[in-house]
């Protein structure tokens, strides 16, 4: 049974920082596209940053320079290091991971909130 269990998050006042991680169990692992997403209420959850099973990553518009995707195989965790943080960067925050080639697998973490304050 594959399980995401999300960790950090929190209050922050603008142009600080927060870091996110997301633990994995069950999954395999080092073979698993990693995202980062987040939602507010009534929007589509919006991609942040993925990396793939190879290492790299892309990142939206949104965030890039001020986010960071990184992953360690050797302990199955995703973390997202935010920077700057802004007010529009308040949401619930979800790692998803999936892996498989027809079909995919595709999981997601129980959500984080995050809140900036102006």
């Known amino acids: 049974q594959v399980q995401l269990v999300q960790s950090g998050g929190g209050l922050v006042h603008a142009g600080g920082s927060l870091r996110l991680t997301c633990t994995a169990s069950?999954?395999?692992?080092?073979?698993?596209?990693i995202g980062w997403y987040r939602q507010t209420p009534g929007k589509q959850r919006e991609l942040l940053a993925a990396?793939?099973?190879?290492?790299?990553?892309n990142y939206a518009d949104s965030v890039r320079g001020r986010f960071t995707i990184s992953r360690d195989n050797d302990k199955n965790t995703v973390s997202l290091e935010m920077r700057n943080l802004r007010p529009e960067d308040t949401a619930v925050y979800y790692c998803?991971?999936?892996?498989?080639?027809?079909?995919?697998?595709?999981?997601w973490g129980q959500g984080t909130q995050v809140t900036v304050s102006s």
């Open positions: 990396v793939g099973s190879h290492g790299s990553a």
């Open positions: 998803n991971l999936q892996y498989g080639v027809g079909p995919v697998y595709d999981y």
């Open positions: 069950g999954a395999p692992f080092s073979r698993s596209a």
